[in-house]
Nanobody, 124 residues
Framework: QVQLVESGGGLVQAGGSLRLSCAAS????????MGWFRQAPGKEREFVAA????????SYVYSVKGRFTISRDNRKNTVYLQMNSLKPEDTAVYYC?????????????????WGQGTQVTVSA
């Protein structure tokens, strides 16, 4: 049984910051890569960021490089997404996901478990 619960979303002005958290339950959290995806109204689900099992390797979609940071605390079974310099284009529901292997992956098909999502809204 694996459960992922996101938190930390909200309404923020352009240029502001938010930190999303994803609390995981279930077996062997620390051996799997984790990722964040987002979906805006009327758009397809988009890869945002991922990190490998120990957090030492990360990957980001180009549009968030230099602004977002993904990290994890395996002691707490938690993954984070620090979002700085937010833009209205970042508005979306953000989903946490657990991968099917230890290495970073940007294909949603390579993630086996998903959270319920948390809304991020960035006003102009």
């Amino acid at each position: 049984q694996v459960q992922l619960v996101e938190s930390g979303g909200g309404l923020v002005q352009a240029g502001g910051s938010l930190r999303l958290s994803c609390a995981a339950s279930g077996r062997s959290f620390s051996i799997y890569a984790m990722g964040w995806f987002r979906q805006a109204p009327g758009k397809e689900r988009e890869f945002v960021a991922a990190l490998n099992w120990n957090g030492e390797t990360t990957s980001y979609v180009y549009s968030v490089k230099g602004r977002f940071t993904i990290s994890r605390d395996n002691r707490k079974n938690t993954v984070y997404l620090q979002m700085n310099s937010l833009k209205p284009e970042d508005t979306a529901v953000y989903y946490c996901a657990r991968a099917l292997s230890a290495g970073v992956e940007n294909r949603h098909e390579r993630y086996g478990y998903w959270g319920q999502g948390t809304q991020v809204t960035v006003s102009a």
